[in-house]
């Protein structure tokens, strides 16, 4: 199965606000993570927001890459 891909403009549309699924970005993947109560209405920790690439921003989290693998991959975000 082909997965999706989104523009940034289409991410964003999935910030888990509003009963909306919880998606994120890394390293052009688009993860979902609606099912982690760590993302409770589109925000992770109060410091970061669903709908976005966080590409960026794990490298100053207290966990790796590795535990995106527990979500699915829904598509991948394109630059244009």
């Known amino acids: 199965m082909e997965k999706r ?10 910030n888990g606000k509003d009963g909306v699924s919880t998606f994120i970005s890394y ?24 709908g976005v690439d966080l590409t960026h921003c794990l490298g100053q989290a207290p966990h790796g890459e590795e535990l995106l693998e527990r979500f699915p991959i829904v598509g991948t975000l394109q630059e244009c």
């Open 5 to 14: 891909r989104f523009r940034k403009k289409e991410l964003e549309q999935y």
């Open 27 to 50: 390293k052009e993947k688009i993860y979902d993570v609606s099912s982690s109560f760590l993302w409770q209405n589109g925000k992770h920790q109060a410091l970061h927001d669903a």
